[in-house]
């Protein structure tokens, strides 16, 4: 792809639609004239009166909390240079989606027109007011410096100059891990700073701060060493790092380093340089967009060699955005005053502690990589790792309390956590009541596909979160192979069975199948061969017999003969519907839809069977249940033949007792919107409806996926509803994270 094309295809992105990356939604609704007169006069002057009495209440009554402004005279945009303000822009817009993207944190950019460092300064400290803190941007070195040290004197929140700090808080997390794999440790390794600008002596405070001594740390600019004595091209921050050294030049620096840190310029690092250096080197070439030395170069000369750039096309990529969202998260979320050390450090170390553990398959498939795992390879997380969002901001957080600059503490740390998880992850909420449920039953789960390496992975994550005992069928040398393989040490916590070589469990396990199979075509032999070659239907006669809790099967066959598998051991409870239940989490929403796997027509009266079952399991996970009966027509408009079933099922209800609302035949759209549902005053539904049911297996599978993959909403399920044991079957292309969710849900419905 040449550069006209990239080009070409950037333009076109930001100015397609409405040019530009932000706009302003509102938070509150402004439909109606009172909605007009709260959100402005005279509803606003109450909270202006009380803002006025006490200045904290701001963070109460507004969005000062949540906002962060991105400001930058455009002095160092990227490696483009001084391009002023306005050329500034689209870099400051950017910024502010990342800080949405990422941590769900409101941001303005703010481009001021001015070089002068005395009139930036005034211009920006009579700013925050209006913000909870302060993102300076793209400002070139020294003015840099003094820009930040003295509107963090000036001002009481945070203000954080990424480019310094931002890199070196990902480099140093990149740093932990190197040295731990290297078999080094701070105190011992010997650093190499090539750049002496902001994100350089950022670097080099940060590392110092962490452990690496400051003999051990030498500076090179384009003049060469920065020594005690030097003069020329010096300033004070220069002179802050000068060592007491007879080098003189970044080769002599090289000679022997464990480690070195490029903030420079392409080639900066030659091949001689990169051989000079001590066994197991850490090469962090971080020059944008071409590194001082590439890993293909290094390569050739070194084959022990640690690598990290800041390019994505390389592994180990020191990016930005897996600091200053987080940071700031936390900083925000503890009403801080600044971003001390430690804060910075906390968040170092929360990137590293992260990179050491098993990685999520959305991650690994955002990368195209199915394994991303701790290594020379994998020392920095990956940028779409949803787990940052909790551990970087609470990290940070939890800093900024211990070291003193929070004014808010954070009281109950699981609810912080949720809190946090919430605000990216829609499922959060409704999952955590389930989690917190099963881990204090601790049931035995039985993983029927134990030789997956998703279902491997799946189970020991399920163990490690505490939410029960897991069980993995299949041959053991497969699994221990595949464990290998992952890097695990061993399955710890994890109960391996072989279905074939469980003979003592076999017979009466094959004894129970065949009572139930004799008179449905089965010889004794065929049951004896299901059991040892089948692990679905070894694993539901576990469950079956008492001998495990509930069963997560799935990823290896279709969802219909997985059912049938299970339903040959396995029955629905007296007087109940087996189906396939859909929980539906849209613009802020949950919507249970059913059913979505298992009746293909559903009569009328198997329509109100589901729908009555439906409503237990809303309001089991906390959902006051309004149920609508979903059709083509709204109330016998049109009176078609097709929707008489939907019509049929809800006369059936009508002469049931139930204690929730209800209501039907009517469209998706009248059942979820307000106003279009006041053209049928007699609608027995107060608010919209949460339970769908649907009037056929199509419709019900077809618009839940299209609501997932068009609509933006997020598909838990299907969950498996109605059967005497608690089992869930997975999509065949499920995650681990699904999997897990899955055991958890079966778990959860095992504990009733």
Not at 233 to 257: F, Y
Not at 483 to 496: A, C, F, P, S
Not at 708 to 729: C, F, H, N, R, S
Request: with cysteine.
């Amino acid at each position: 792809m040449d550069n006209t094309y990239r080009n070409d295809e950037a333009l076109r992105f930001h100015s397609e639609g409405r040019p530009g990356k932000l706009s302003i939604t509102p938070t509150k609704p402004m439909a109606t004239q009172r909605d007009l007169s709260l959100a402005y006069s005279p509803g606003v002057a109450a909270p202006c009166l009380r803002i006025t009495e006490n200045p904290d209440l701001a963070y109460d009554y507004t969005s000062k909390g949540n906002l962060v402004a991105v400001i930058s005279n455009g002095t160092a945009v990227l490696g483009l240079g001084n391009l002023g303000a306005l050329g500034s822009k689209p870099v400051m817009e950017g910024k502010a989606v990342l800080f949405k993207r990422f941590a769900d944190v409101d941001s303005i950019d703010i481009e001021v027109d001015t070089e002068d460092v005395d009139e930036f300064i005034n211009c920006v400290r009579y700013l925050g007011k209006g913000f909870g803190g302060i993102n300076l941007e793209d400002i070139w070195a020294p003015d840099c410096f003094v820009i930040e040290q003295r509107l963090r004197e000036l001002m009481d929140i945070p203000v954080f100059h990424d480019d310094q700090h931002g890199t070196a808080i990902i480099a140093a997390a990149g740093l932990i891990n190197a040295v731990d794999l290297t078999g080094r440790n701070m105190g011992e390794t010997k650093l190499v700073v090539n750049g002496a600008g902001a994100a350089g002596i950022a670097c080099v405070e940060l590392c110092k701060s962490m452990g690496v001594p400051n003999e051990n740390v030498t500076v090179c600019d384009t003049r060469g060493v920065i020594y005690q004595g030097r003069e020329d091209g010096m300033n004070q921050w220069k002179s802050a790092h000068a060592v007491d050294t007879p080098m003189r030049t970044l080769a002599d620096a090289m000679d022997g380093a464990d480690a070195v840190f490029g903030l420079s310029a392409r080639g900066a690092f030659s091949p001689e340089m990169i051989a000079s250096m001590a066994a197991k080197p850490i090469i962090f070439a971080m020059a944008n967009p071409d590194p001082e030395v590439t890993p293909e170069e290094v390569a050739e000369v070194r084959g022990d060699a640690i690598m990290a750039t800041g390019r994505s096309d390389y592994p180990n990529q020191v990016n930005n955005v897996l600091g200053f969202p987080y940071i700031f998260r936390g900083a925000l979320d503890v009403r801080a005053v600044s971003i001390n050390d430690e804060m910075k450090v906390a968040a170092a170390q929360a990137l590293a502690n992260l990179a050491r553990q098993d990685v999520p398959d959305e991650v690994a498939e955002a990368y195209g990589k199915a394994d991303l795992r701790y290594g020379p390879e994998y020392i920095i997380p990956a940028p779409f790792d949803p787990r940052l969002m909790v551990e970087v901001p609470m990290a940070v957080a939890k800093a900024a309390i211990h070291t003193g600059v929070s004014r808010r503490e954070i009281e109950d740390e699981a609810a912080y956590a949720l809190e946090l998880r919430r605000r990216l992850d829609p499922t959060a909420g409704t999952l955590q009541l389930i989690f917190d449920q099963v881990r204090t039953e601790n049931k035995r789960v039985v993983f029927a596909e134990g030789e997956e390496e998703r279902v491997i992975r799946a189970a020991v994550s399920f163990f490690e979160s505490g939410y029960g005992s897991p069980v993995l069928i299949g041959r053991e040398e497969r699994i221990q192979e595949t464990v290998q393989r992952l890097g695990m040490d061993k399955l710890d916590g994890v109960e391996v069975l072989n279905a074939r070589l469980s003979q003592d469990r076999n017979d009466l396990y094959t004894n129970y199948l065949y009572e139930r199979l004799q008179r449905q075509g089965y010889l004794y032999r065929d049951c004896q061969r299901l059991v040892n070659q089948d692990r679905n239907i070894y694993g539901s006669c576990m469950l079956a017999v008492g001998d495990a809790d509930a069963l997560v099967t799935g990823v290896t066959r279709s969802y219909t003969a997985t059912y049938d598998d299970v339903r040959r051991v396995i029955d629905a409870k007296p007087g109940k519907r087996v189906f396939g239940l859909s929980m539906v989490l849209a613009r802020g929403r949950t919507v249970f839809v059913a059913d979505t796997t298992v009746h293909e027509l559903p009569t009328s009266v198997e329509m109100a069977d589901i729908a009555v079952q439906t409503a237990e399991v809303a309001r089991r996970l906390g959902h006051e249940p309004r149920v609508a009966m979903l059709s083509f027509s709204n109330f016998g408009n049109p009176g078609w033949d097709t929707a008489n079933r939907v019509r049929e099922a809800v006369s059936m209800m009508d002469s049931r007792i139930t204690d929730f609302e209800y209501d039907g035949e009517m469209s998706a759209d009248v059942a979820l919107n307000p106003d279009l549902r006041e053209l049928y005053p007699f609608s027995r539904l107060s608010g919209p409806a949460n339970v769908l049911i649907m009037p056929a297996l199509h419709s019900a599978n077809i618009s839940s996926k299209l609501l997932q993959e068009l609509g933006g909403g997020t598909v838990i399920g299907p969950i498996l509803v109605g059967l005497t044991k608690a089992v869930q079957i997975a999509a065949m292309g499920a995650s681990v994270g699904d999997l897990v969710n899955m055991a958890a849900l079966a778990a959860h419905e095992a504990a009733r």
